[in-house]
């Protein structure tokens, strides 16, 4: 079988530290994006285990496969479980969820918990969107505009073009930085036109690493002029499988002249971490209820 | 909360803008629009919040430059009847 260049790694994980016997509340957060699913446990608000898969074309079955696979080895099953949130594109598909809010809210608070309360603009490049949103120091949304309707700088758009140039998307970042001088971005930033753009390029004899800091290039100054809509304020995150492509990052940084925060956690999990955290919120609420009830 | 419902492709930027913080929940603009673009319903992207606001519907998000496009011709704009139809002023139209 021809080797598949675009797929990145599933992977799952429990936290150390943490023990979900002695949690109060235990939340789940389901993000069923376009091309990955994160689902993630929480207890007390902690992040406790978490899995990232790719979405496959049925999302019910993908969200039950994230969740199944968060759930392995922790001895944790669903019963325990007091609340569930769903986000993202499949946020309607998840049966079983209690909820579903927007990804957009999801983000900004999970930015806010995986970067730190200082975070004040969040850009997500999930798979098949971008998001410009604004926060305040509780992670609540202030201002947002968000990108479907195109595939220019998205996480598909850039697997479509490490299958064109037959490069692991993981090694696309670190080749991108890898020229002796910036060539102009691509023209087109529309995924379908870049593609035969770069063809085009690799037929004048451009090495590989030389396209892919052109198709690099180009992703980052699209996605700038979407986030001057808003507006960018300090501090900076950046959320979704293309903050770990290096390549698009530093070249962000660049345009916009700000360095983004770094984490410790991965960057794809933010819209799940926020779904968990406002599942967190709602049984907090409904507990407070009851007691003054 | 600034809401900017749209999109931006290859042939330019297409967002409306509501200030959630100023709008009133009256949808005196979903009655003005003749396109029904608009309704006035929980924000969504503050789940918390029980306070009714006005938004984009879904389905014309990605086709404003369309659902939008009879309000404004290329001549002799009149005042856009949602924009004119807002009394707090929480209306934008990017373009």
Known sequence: MAEEFWRWTEYRKTMDGVDWKSAEALTVGVDVGSVSSQAVIMADGKLYAYSSMRTGSDSPQSAQKAMDWALEGTGLTMDKIRYTVGTGYGRVNVPFSNRAITEIACHARGAHYLYGPTVRTVLDMGGQDCKAIRCDEKGKVLSFLMNDKCAAGTGRGMEVFADLLQVPIAEIGERSLDVDEEPRPVSSTCVVFAKSEATGLLREGWPKNKVIAAYCSAMAKRVVTLLERTGVQKDFAITGGIAKNSGVVTRLAKELGIKPLDTGYDTQLAGAVGAALFAQSIVKKSMSKAGAG | ?95
């Open chain 2, 1 to 95: 909360m600034i809401a900017n419902y749209g999109y931006m492709d290859g042939s330019g930027e297409f967002f409306v803008r509501i200030d959630t913080g100023k709008c009133d929940g009256c949808a005196d603009c979903v009655a003005a629009c003749p396109a029904g673009v608009l309704q006035v319903a929980e924000d969504e992207n503050d789940p918390l919040s029980e306070q009714p606001v006005a938004k984009v519907n879904e389905d014309h998000r990605r086709k404003l430059k369309y659902s939008c496009g009879p309000c404004k011709p290329v001549a002799g704009r009149p005042p856009l009847p949602c924009v004119a139809a807002c009394k707090p002023g929480a209306i934008e139209h990017s373009w």
